[in-house]
């Protein structure tokens, strides 16, 4: 699955290496900041790690009906038919668009979700790995 010069692969494995240099970097931070020191630094490798792993399911459910699709709190409530308008927005921000639009191009949204649940998965395992050694 390449089109547009990147492969689903590199785009995954880019995504898990990014993120996991933020956790590792934070973990390191606070076990170098905390009294605690290494455990300080296990226990913020383990909570990221359950953030990940949490974030990983809330990406996977958003591609096809998953249970928070489901929940009636988490949807949009409707805006009644006479509180309907046409809003104009104060400024067209039409870079953000764009670089949206490229990116639904070369990543359907789908894709997108599948390949962002497997870089938070891998990330979050990592992370709880990392964990246990500290």
């Not at 009906?65 to 805006?79: A, I, M, N």
């Not at 308008?85 to 668009?97: F, G, P």
Request: one cysteine or more; a positive charge.
């Amino acid at each position: 699955m390449s089109s547009g010069g990147i492969t689903l692969k590199a785009y995954i494995w880019k995504k898990t290496l990014i993120n996991l240099a933020i956790g590792t970097i934070l973990s390191t931070a606070v076990a170098g900041l905390a009294t605690e020191g290494k455990r300080s630094g296990g226990y913020m490798a383990a909570f990221l790690g359950a953030v990940y792993l949490l974030w990983a399911w809330i990406t996977y459910s958003k591609i096809g009906g998953g249970l928070l699709t489901r929940l009636k709190f988490l949807q949009k409530p409707e805006v009644p038919y006479f509180h309907r308008r046409d809003k104009q927005t104060k400024h067209n921000d039409s870079l953000a668009e764009e670089n949206q639009d490229r990116l639904d191009e070369i990543l359907p949204k789908p894709a997108r979700y599948r390949a962002d649940a497997a870089a938070y998965l891998m990330c979050g395992v990592m992370l709880f790995v990392l964990s246990m050694i500290l």
